[in-house]
């Protein structure tokens, strides 16, 4: 999960963050898979997941200052990472309306239903529908191997809680599929 050893981003994050332009740059090129991964697996879009891990990069200059080392560098990165396609994804949604009114007046120029999903592929689409905390427990547990505890850890809530939305996201998956 991580490209570089753990005191290595240590002692990376604590330079970048006293403003070394050097460490700050190693630190973006030891974890920029990293970013792109997350990034990828969440938006299920290689364009999407490129402007993702451009824009994380541009916000760690500044928010590497907020990082307190309480959590692992990687966690902390995961939740910065997920924060952005979060923000991604809410202007798409307002993207979408637009997009979505225009193939009502324009139907001869929409290109959707083209393309049949495989059955993997149509439920990480229903995944990607689920309500945000069902959507990052299953995303997290199922897509990225975590424990409940190291989802909970990155989510910002406890174990039991990471169990909570796996159920209910799994009764909401009942029902679309």
């Known amino acids: 999960m991580r490209s570089v050893a753990s005191d290595d981003s240590t002692l990376l994050v604590a330079k970048a963050r006293a403003g070394d332009r050097e460490a700050f740059g190693a630190l973006i090129e030891a974890h920029y898979d990293f970013i792109y991964r997350i990034a990828a697996k969440w938006s299920g879009k290689k364009s999407d997941a490129e402007d ?16 307190d080392g309480r ?23 307002r993207r979408a309306r637009n ?7 324009h139907p001869e120029d ?25 959507r990052e427990a299953v995303m ?7 424990s409940h505890a190291e989802a909970g850890t990155i989510m910002g809530c406890k174990e039991a809680t990471v169990s909570w939305h796996i ?3 799994k009764k909401t998956l009942r029902g679309l599929l």
């Not at 997009?99 to 007046?105: E, G, N, R």
């Not at 997290?140 to 975590?146: A, C, K, T």
Request: glycine share 8%; proline share 2%; hydrophobic share 45%.
């Open 110 to 134: 929409d290109p959707g239903g083209q393309e049949e999903a495989t059955t993997a592929g149509e439920i990480w689409a229903a995944v990607r529908a689920l309500p945000d905390k069902q």
């Open 99 to 105: 997009v979505d009114a225009f193939a009502l007046v």
């Open 52 to 67: 993702i891990a451009q824009e994380v990069c541009i916000k760690l200059a500044t928010a590497i200052q907020s990082f």
């Open 71 to 93: 959590s692992k560098f990687t966690s902390w990165l995961y939740r910065v990472t997920l924060n952005m396609v979060r923000d991604l994804q809410r202007a798409g949604g």
């Open 167 to 169: 159920h209910e996201a």
């Open 140 to 146: 997290l547990v199922y897509g990225e191997d975590m």
